[in-house]
């Protein structure tokens, strides 16, 4: 699929349809972690098997990766890119909620999205980080390396497909300041080996969220490459209790 963003960003998504008839089942966004795509393996096993669970799925390549246009600016006007993503499922499927579902940066702003006004019925966030500039892991010094040096944004550009642009001219909202706005249900899900981000980051988004739910898993790395097939089928019974027809009827 293409879809163009307000900020005029052509990107490139996939579209998983929904062909068993899972009633009650939501329509996903699907939003990667950074040097990821919508090809990445790991993301296509949990884009195939969301959709076998009667669910349909667009995963984006987010602005700067795989066959999207653009630069990446590391979370924040990828906003931007979830809100055409969901706009574009409302459309397809207006029908059913949406849930948007993302991966260590993919989470952080699939939560910044729906804390700037977003409106997807809810979030599921898995290994995001809750604050910038974190440094304290050897992986995320060498991302750090990777963003901020113009030898680490070649590498970049030429072993992962991922076109980095300049930094910040100011500094965004952190997700974690964003999560209190936040005001649908927010499924936080973070590893306890996660070598990327402690689980601090996890505990301080699902507190500063009002409607949050907090899994810590035990053994699980990072994001997508952690995935496992009884991890994405609990997330998925998740969002249908949460945002399902009983659950509709509920509110």
Known sequence: MRLRTADDIVLSADY?????????APAYLLGHGFT?????????SIAERL?????????????G??????????GVHEVADVEAGVGWLRARRPDVPVVTLGFSMGASIVIRHAGLGGDPEAV??????????????????????GVETRLGRLVLHRAFRTRVGGGWDELP??????AASVTVPLLVVHGDADPYFGIEHARMLAAAASRSQLWIEPGMGHAENAMTAQLVERIH???RRTVGPSATMSR
Do not use: C, K
């Not at 990821?36 to 296509?44: A, D, F, L, N």
């Not at 990766?65 to 590391?74: D, P, Q, R, Y």
């Open 237 to 239: 019974g998740w969002a």
């Open 16 to 24: 998983y349809a929904d062909v068993s008839g899972g009633a009650g």
């Open 51 to 63: 959709q076998e669970l009667g669910g349909s799925v667009l995963v984006l390549n987010f602005r």
């Open 173 to 178: 909202a952190s997700p974690v300041e964003l």
């Open 124 to 145: 599921v966030a898995v290994s995001g980080p809750g604050r910038w500039y974190e440094r304290g892991t050897d992986p995320m010094r060498r991302l750090h390396f």
């Open 36 to 44: 990821g795509s919508s090809r990445t393996p790991e993301v296509v």
């Open 65 to 74: 990766h795989g066959a999207s246009e653009g630069m990446s600016t590391i």
